[in-house]
């Protein structure tokens, strides 16, 4: 089988989302049934694919996005989707707004490059896809719908762009793909399509999804980013759910009690970290508090490796990636108990309410100081390890392809 996956041009900014994109594209091709597999990017992430440019099952197109003509084509193809999408429900027939979206599909720059590939599915590894209504059916990852459980997070303009966006993600891809229940559980209930139309695939979180193989050491690491060896860490974006604000309150408590411990950040700072910045600057831990934004992942590895905890305090996550590679790293690592989480962790011993202030610095301050607190953590992770590393966790996604394969 001949598939198709799209890696999207803004992903390593995205985080998570890249790091999902690897972890599934590096699992696939281990599968016989994959003969090849046809990656659309930028020339920008295709700089990046390195470890896969040598491997006989990839083949990669780019589509320059910033040629003019095609960034022309792919801007009216999307206003004119987006128009079909926002007024159909009022238009008196569906198909002239069919006739439009299959318009917008015609001029799509993505239609030649996907069709002319010969392949059975495209999977979409994130949340929206560059084309649908195309001759080649359209799979994509669903992510979350998190602005139905935390709308305040989110304006106006936002919870419009992801209405749209969310209702041609899952009314006119051919399949969607969640990582958990819930997920899936949540587009059941606010859109109410078949539930054999979403497939829950488990990704592989047990196995590495960084490209590098090498981690930077801590001289290294001091050196370029001025940090002391003792400190939190919690590799996320700056989005509002991911509870940073909590966090530094929390890390104000801890140093008024006397306890030395920095607190270092990696991920993109959204413009929300304006907000973060601002109680930093107020509870005067700029010397102690580093948000070193998007880091190269060798250093992302020695961070890891160097932390004398991890905490994940997010108030929402579809799946935590730094929860998984604490826990495949050998780290000590606390998160919130809430979606996935606690499913992932399996012991109530090292989870806390992410609104919970008192109960945050308690588990952090036993992650640090207490020796069997940290014994049993590092227990527990080793067996969760153990337990995922069994899956064979490309036969999920193989078999959602082979749903569409007519080769």
């Known amino acids: 089988m001949k598939v198709g996956y799209y890696i999207h041009h803004t992903a390593i900014s995205a985080g998570g989302i890249y790091t999902y994109s690897i972890g599934i594209l590096k699992q696939i091709i281990k599968a016989d049934e994959i003969k090849e597999v046809v990656v659309i990017t930028t020339k920008e992430i295709e700089n990046r694919l390195i470890e896969f440019q040598n491997n006989t099952k990839i083949k990669i197109r780019t589509v320059d996005r910033k040629k003019l003509s095609i960034k022309l084509r792919y801007s009216i193809a999307y206003f004119i989707y987006n128009l079909a999408v926002t007024f159909n429900k009022n238009a008196s027939s569906n198909k002239f707004w069919e006739i439009i979206k299959n318009f917008s ?29 195309s001759r080649i059916p359209i799979i994509i990852t669903m992510h979350d719908l998190q602005e139905y459980h935390y709308p305040e997070f989110f304006s106006t303009q936002e919870k419009r762009h992801r209405k749209i966006n969310n209702s041609k ?19 059941l209930k606010f859109f109410g399509v078949d539930k054999d139309k979403i497939s829950v695939c488990l990704p592989p979180f047990a196995e590495s999804w960084f490209l590098s193989k ?22 996320a974006a700056t989005w509002k759910h991911k509870n940073h604000i ?27 970290f ?11 831990l700029s010397e102690v508090v580093h948000f070193l934004g998007v880091v190269p992942e060798e250093d992302l590895i020695g961070l890891y490796k160097n932390t004398s905890l991890v905490v994940v305090p997010t108030l929402y996550e579809a799946g935590s990636g730094p929860l998984y590679e604490a ?20 012991n109530n011993e090292f989870l806390f309410d992410p609104n919970d202030k008192n109960k945050i610095k308690e588990k952090i301050i036993k992650g640090l100081s207490d020796k069997e607190f940290r014994r049993r953590n590092l227990e527990n992770s080793k067996k969760r390890m153990g337990i995922l590393n069994q899956s064979n966790y490309y036969n999920s996604f193989i078999n959602v392809y082979k749903q569409f394969n007519r080769n």
């Open 105 to 133: 599909t015609w001029i799509n720059p993505y239609k030649k490059v996907i069709e002319s590939e010969n392949i059975a599915v495209l999977h979409v590894p994130v949340q929206y896809s560059p084309i649908y209504k």
């Open 246 to 272: 909590m966090l530094i309150r929390v890390l104000k408590s801890i140093k008024n009690e006397g306890i030395e411990i920095d607190l270092v950040c990696t991920g993109n700072k959204t413009n929300y």
């Open 274 to 284: 304006k907000n973060i910045n601002t109680l930093i600057e107020e509870f005067n």
């Open 169 to 187: 993600a899952i009314f006119d891809s051919d399949h969607i793909i969640v990582s958990f229940k819930h997920v899936k559980n949540d587009i």
């Open 327 to 346: 826990m495949r790293y050998g780290v000590p690592v606390i998160c919130s108990n809430v979606t996935s989480l606690p499913e992932t962790m399996e």
């Open 214 to 235: 090498n981690e930077t050491g801590w001289d290294e690491l001091s050196k370029k980013y001025g940090l002391k060896k003792k400190y939190l860490l919690y590799p």
